[in-house]
């Protein structure tokens, strides 16, 4: 191993480690790479800002860099991988273009990642990956499309160009481009998301399976199921399919998008004692959801539940939830909260640091309730936006929890 692989392990190894990032950045710049070194500083010193009249320039200086520098430091990460340049062949002019339409800095909501050092790269070129994420100057995600034409490249080498630990794969009827990507080079994946097509032939289905019972996610404590096409659920059983998949034990995080059924026997499924966090969006039947988390295996250790579920029976959905301990809960989200479900909250609320109770079911009544629980030494955040709040109720709030309470209206 090189001196430049040990320190891509270590920043895998120790993502929220800054040392480790400026450490690399003086050895890049030691080895005749100082726009690179200056990037991966300017990157964190902008993270670390919080000089609201120094933030423009670190922004400025930080965006030129990876314009005219971006395709050459990352060129040889997607060459790795199988394509010939992180824009394919349409070249600088049009990353140009690419960098100033996408990183829109006066945009709130792309200002705020940029700010905090990530940089999401998306649908750059046609070829077998659509897209990257970086992290303080270094490629943390990529997501590879097993569909391609374009066959996957040298795995391994992509792991000794980029500090890369989060993987997204959409899935497809081609083994063959599978077996090239499954190598031991995975082991260093912490962050799984699988995107299936919606369409559950018998070879997608095929492949999927192989991808879950690939030998080298021992890494994985994060994953992600969901579909392909984002305006579609996911059908096929999907879910109940991960229940054959080894990596299910070591699992801390589940995120579940827009899976039709199949959820319950993943819910009650033994293998997630380990399980800190749980998401499920769009499941159904949800109220038999609900009611399964009461007697889920990992119900004493989850921190953050996470539901953004059409309950038919809510009021009962919510008190067949709680009727169970949550020791640890710290974070909670539900959707469609009516004042009597506030009721039945009223027992874990004390102990939450993070409240979402986004609807149009909660009116001023539930939200005094509500607020008469909360602990607020604990509490970080109240959000009950979208609820039919009066506007004497939301300024109460404001004046209370000042930056803590979130509310946009419906």
Known sequence: M????????????????????????????????EDRAEFVRLSHALAACSREAELPRLRKQVLNLLETHGPRWFDPFCRALGQESVFGRRGRRSAQAYWTGRLRLDDPRYQRDFDSGQIDLNELS??????????????????????????????????????????????AAAPDQWRRLNVPSLARIQKLAVEAPPEPTPQAIEVFDEVLAGEHWS??????????????????????????APL???????????TQHDLIPLVCSPLLTSLRCFFALGCEPADAVFRALRDASFRPSADM????????????????????????????????????????????????????LRGKMMTDAGAAALV?????????????????LSESMVAALRARFGSRFKFTPA
């Open 2 to 33: 090189t001196d430049r692989e040990a320190f891509i392990e270590a920043i895998a190894a120790r993502r929220d480690d800054g040392t480790v990032r400026l450490a690399f950045a003086d050895w890049l710049q030691e080895h005749g790479e």
């Open 248 to 258: 299910l034990s070591g699992l801390k995080t589940l995120w579940l998008r827009d």
């Open 305 to 356: 539940l996470i539901l953004s579920l059409t309950c038919h029976r809510i009021d009962e959905s919510v008190e067949a939830l709680t009727s169970a301990p949550w020791p640890k809960l710290r974070m909670l989200a539900l959707e469609g909260v009516t004042d009597a479900s506030v009721r039945h909250l009223l027992p874990l609320v004390p102990q939450l640091t993070y409240l979402y």
């Open 126 to 171: 046609a070829g077998v990956f659509s897209g990257i994420k970086l992290r303080h100057g270094f490629v943390q995600q990529a997501t590879v499309l097993l569909a391609s034409e374009s066959p996957v490249g040298d795995i391994a080498g992509v792991f000794r160009c980029e500090p890369v630990e989060e993987l997204t794969i959409r899935t």
């Open 372 to 388: 008469a629980a909360v602990n607020p030494e604990y509490l970080q955040t109240l959000d009950l936006s979208s609820n039919p």
């Open 219 to 244: 890494g994985v404590y994060d994953f992600y199921l969901a579909c392909s096409d984002a305006d579609l659920e996911l059908q096929g059983g999907y879910a109940a399919r991960l229940l054959r």
